[in-house]
Structures are given as structure tokens and as C-alpha cells.
């Protein structure tokens, strides 16, 4: 039984890595950019949602309600002025300019906050629980941050394959010059699906400062998850992203309850064994 | 003969260091349907790319309605009612039959084609709506293609090589539907190698050779010896 209540809170943790890797994933679905800042941008949208519960006064699930719109907008703001200079045929402009963001955000978050570990107070849901029998608790926050992901994945997956947006996301990935042909601007496309990417990054950066403490060199490892969750999920399928984060959440689960200092080790040696044997990943995506 | 709808004027246009044409000069009244015809490598698909926006070019060397749009961006200029079937037809293999026509015109131009007119155009788009674009037969994606272009309610539609790689029977097929097109007051440039197919369909003819204009003129003018002089050079 002991066993069965670490598996259940592994899985729980693993809808937090599927959030993490779902903007990864969409934004190399839609125009094959590898966002090393990643990571620093989960961080920052901790740090945002910081501010706002703050000043405000707001509890940190219910400042969502600013946090995503501003990171969204951050998203919009930073494809149209930087991010879309870099694309072309060529992957190391953009690895090299979102590698130069994520010095730039742990650094400017080192100046603005101290390197002193933070965390958002959400009150009594914290400690809340439900007893499902048997001697099986779960957290209600953990238990609500996983459908919060269910839901995110979900929309997400309703968003590109059932509206006019995800079309044009889907189109703009399969043939940019023929997609401006049907009078889409790849750049304004490609800046929405960032804006899109930075919404599910804010959510995801709540979640984790309301669980954990956090400080401006965290994010890198939160990158790490998420692409470990995005390859095993297999690329460019989001529910896939969501067992890939899931096996990552269980298997450090697992990992920790042998031995504390194993909890990392063991999500990487989970990635390294599906990669091993599927290299593909798990659910990838078939092509056309 | 009434203002122009198109006028490409001394176009010059290439691919870094390759210049493709050299000083094109093409008219275009609306309603009118006109041929590119010439060789390949003769420089049609970037004369097609310059009208579309694919490729940039000096501000006056392309005019619509007569505004100068050279330096227009394509995606703006399907907003002009400016369409292009491309070269290999291009389908977006993720996206169904049906996305590929709604995603022509999602921009929303107002006009008399609409989901329901391309299918009955080409009923078989139809019964193929929801399977993945790049699953039909080549015939039937080229009609997606042009139903595809045809969503956005142009005034230009510019089609190039739509007969390329199709057995002998659908391109008959596909060119027995251009007066349909056409009669909804559409002008058309087709740019194909099969020159009888282009005489047929065309009031104009305008031969490339080389990036070159080498012969222009009404399709039932020329003769076959003039057309080959021109296509071959010799």
C-alpha cells in the first residue's frame, strides 16, 4: 500500500513535468525552436505571480487571472521582437538566443529578488487532503494541479485540431511560404503560439512555487524535465507529453523512496531507458 | 480595352546570385484568362512567385487594380485577391481535405465561392472531407489546390503547372472546370509546359525563354513554328 500512495504521487507530479513540457512541445511543433529559456521563463512566472500576490494581495492559485495574461503577452512580445529574427534554415541561431535569455532572466531575477529561496502561500488547500480508504491520501493540490494539467493538455489538444487557430498553427508548421499564401503571417502566427506557450508556462510556474520553494537557478532542471517528458512522450503529441511526465513523476517518486538522494537519478535513468528502447518515444506523432 | 486588372512591368527577379528574369513585362484585363508558356527553367513559376508575393521585387514592377504592390508581402496580398496554386500543389499533409479549403479562406473574402460551391465543383472533395489531404490521388489533390486558392475569393488566380505529373485524362478533366471559374469573372494566369492545353484555355499567350519574353500574343494568332522558335530558341 505504501508503494501504491508513492506511485499515486508520482503520477500526480508528473501533470506538473507534462505542464512544463506542452509549451516546450508546441512551440517546436509549430516552428522548430528549442527554447533553452524554458526553464528561467517557468521561474519567472513564479516570480511574477510573486509580485502580484504581493501587491494585490491575491491568493496565488486566483492571480492567475493576471499572471497568464502577462506572461502570454511576454511571449507575444518576445517572438515578434527577437525569437522570429533568429528562425531560418539554420537551429543554432535560435539555441544560441534562447540559451543568451536564460542568462539574462536567472541574472536579472538574482538582481530584482536575491538568490534567497521563495514560495507562494496558498493557504489551507495546502495541507488539505482527501482519504481515498485503504490508508490512500492524496493532496488535494497536488490532486488539483494534475487535472489543472489534464484540462491544459486537453485544450490545448482541442485548440489545434478543432479551431481556426490550430489550424493555422498546424498549416504555418507544415509550409510557411505556402501558409502566407493563404494570408497568414507566419509572424504573428508564430508569436501567438508563444503567447500560447508562456500561458501554459505561467500556470505551470504557479503550480511549482505554491509546491516547492524556488530562486532564480532553478529553472535549467525544470527545462531538463521537460524535455525529458517531451521525448518519451514522443515529439509532437501532447498526451504523449503527459505520459512522459508522468513516467518522469513516478519514477523520481520511486527513486526517492529508495533513497533520497536518488530522486533525479532515477527520472533521468527512466528517459534513458525509453529512449533506449523507443527512441521515438512513446506516442509519436505519425507524419503524413 | 478597359483598365488593367494585372500589369507586371520590366520585372527583374532571382535567387541570390542567379537572376531568373530579365525585364518582364506582362498585362492582364479582368475576366481575361492568359498562358505562360516556355521551357523549363525558363523563369514561369517566378514570374508566378513575383505576382503572389513569394518572392520580393521593385515596388511598380507589379500593379493591381493599379496600386504598385511589388513590395507587398504574400500574406497581403491574398488579402488583394491575389491566389496562387502552386507548383507541386503543396497540399499541408496535416491538415484533412477540408481544413486545406477552409484555411484558404479563412481570411473571409467576401465572394461567390464557399465550401459548398467547391464541392460541387469537385464532388469528390466531398466524400473525401475528412480524410488527410495527402492521402488523395493526385488529380484530387490538385482540385483541393484550386479549391484551396478558390476559398479566398480572388480576382487573380494564378496557376502553375496544375497538369504537371497527372495522367492526360484528369488534366482533362481539371481544364474542363476553368470556364466554370472563369465565369465567375475571375482572371487567370496558367503557367504550364502542355502548350496545347495552355492555347486551349487562353485568350493570351506570353512565351518565356530564358527569363525573357520571346514571343507574346492572341492565342489564335500564333502559329505552331512561331510558338516552337520561341519555346526552343532555335
Known amino acids: 500500500m505504501e508503494w501504491l500512495n508513492i506511485i499515486l504521487q508520482g503520477i500526480l507530479v508528473g501533470g506538473l513535468y507534462a505542464m512544463f513540457a506542452a509549451g516546450l512541445s508546441l512551440i517546436f511543433g509549430v516552428m522548430r525552436l528549442v527554447n533553452i529559456a524554458h526553464g528561467d521563463l517557468i521561474v519567472l512566472a513564479a516570480y511574477v505571480a510573486l509580485v502580484v500576490t504581493d501587491t494585490l494581495g491575491l491568493n496565488p492559485l486566483l492571480s492567475l487571472v493576471v499572471v497568464v495574461p502577462v506572461m502570454a503577452l511576454i511571449g507575444y512580445a518576445l517572438q515578434r521582437l527577437v525569437l522570429n529574427r533568429t528562425l531560418g534554415d539554420d537551429l543554432l541561431p535560435p539555441l544560441l538566443v534562447t540559451f543568451g535569455l536564460s542568462v539574462i532572466i536567472q541574472n536579472g531575477l538574482l538582481e530584482l529578488f536575491t538568490a534567497d529561496s521563495r514560495k507562494l502561500q496558498a493557504g489551507a488547500i495546502e495541507t488539505a487532503s482527501i482519504h481515498l480508504g485503504g490508508g490512500l491520501a492524496v493532496g488535494t493540490l497536488p490532486l488539483l494541479q494534475f487535472a489543472v494539467a489534464v484540462a491544459v493538455i486537453g485544450g490545448l489538444q482541442v485548440l489545434f485540431y478543432r479551431t481556426a487557430l490550430g489550424r493555422a498553427f498546424r498549416a504555418t508548421s507544415d509550409d510557411q511560404p505556402v501558409a502566407q499564401l493563404m494570408g497568414l503571417d507566419n509572424r504573428h502566427v508564430f508569436a501567438l503560439a508563444m503567447a500560447l506557450s508562456l500561458a501554459v508556462v505561467a500556470i505551470a510556474g504557479v503550480f511549482l512555487a505554491v509546491r516547492a520553494n524556488f530562486d532564480p537557478s532553478i529553472g535549467p532542471a525544470r527545462l531538463i524535465f521537460g524535455f525529458e517528458a517531451v521525448i518519451m512522450g514522443g515529439l509532437g503529441s501532447l498526451w504523449g507529453t503527459l505520459a512522459g511526465g508522468i513516467i518522469l513523476g513516478v519514477a523520481q517518486a520511486i527513486g526517492a523512496q529508495l533513497d533520497p538522494g536518488w530522486q533525479l537519478l532515477a527520472g533521468h535513468i527512466a528517459f534513458l531507458v525509453v529512449l533506449a528502447l523507443r527512441p521515438e518515444g512513446l506516442f509519436p506523432k505519425v507524419q503524413g | ?234
Not at chain 2, 129 to 145: I, K
Not at chain 2, 202 to 218: M, S, T, W
Request: net charge neutral; hydrophobic share 50%; glycine share 10%.
Open chain 2, 1 to 234: 480595352m478597359p483598365e488593367p486588372l494585372l500589369e507586371v512591368h520590366a520585372l527583374d527577379a532571382g535567387y541570390g546570385d542567379f537572376q531568373a528574369l530579365f525585364g518582364v513585362s506582362l498585362t492582364l484585363a479582368a475576366g481575361q484568362v492568359v498562358a505562360v508558356i516556355g521551357a523549363n527553367g525558363a523563369g514561369k513559376s517566378t514570374l508566378l512567385k513575383s505576382i503572389a508575393g513569394l518572392m520580393p521585387s521593385r515596388r511598380d514592377a507589379v500593379m493591381f487594380e493599379g496600386a504598385a504592390i511589388g513590395d507587398v508581402p504574400a500574406h497581403r496580398r491574398v488579402a488583394r485577391g491575389i491566389a496562387l496554386v502552386p507548383e507541386g500543389r503543396r497540399l499541408f499533409p496535416s491538415l484533412t481535405v477540408e481544413e486545406n479549403l477552409l484555411i484558404g479562406g479563412q481570411l473571409g473574402r467576401a465572394g461567390p465561392w464557399t465550401l459548398a460551391r467547391i464541392h460541387e465543383l469537385f464532388p469528390v472533395l466531398s466524400e473525401r472531407r475528412a480524410m488527410p489531404a495527402t492521402s488523395l490521388s493526385g488529380g484530387q489533390q490538385q482540385m483541393v489546390a484550386i479549391g484551396r486558392a478558390l476559398m479566398s475569393n480572388p480576382k487573380l488566380l494564378l496557376c502553375d503547372e496544375i497538369s504537371l505529373g497527372l495522367a492526360p485524362i484528369v488534366v482533362r478533366e481539371i481544364y474542363a472546370r476553368l470556364p466554370a471559374i472563369v465565369g465567375q469573372g475571375l482572371s487567370v494566369v496558367i503557367v504550364e509546359q502542355d502548350i496545347v492545353q495552355a492555347l486551349a484555355a487562353a485568350a493570351q499567350v506570353y512565351c518565356l525563354q530564358e527569363g525573357r519574353v520571346a514571343l507574346h500574343g492572341a492565342a489564335s494568332s500564333l502559329t505552331r513554328e512561331a510558338i516552337s522558335a520561341a519555346y526552343f530558341g532555335v
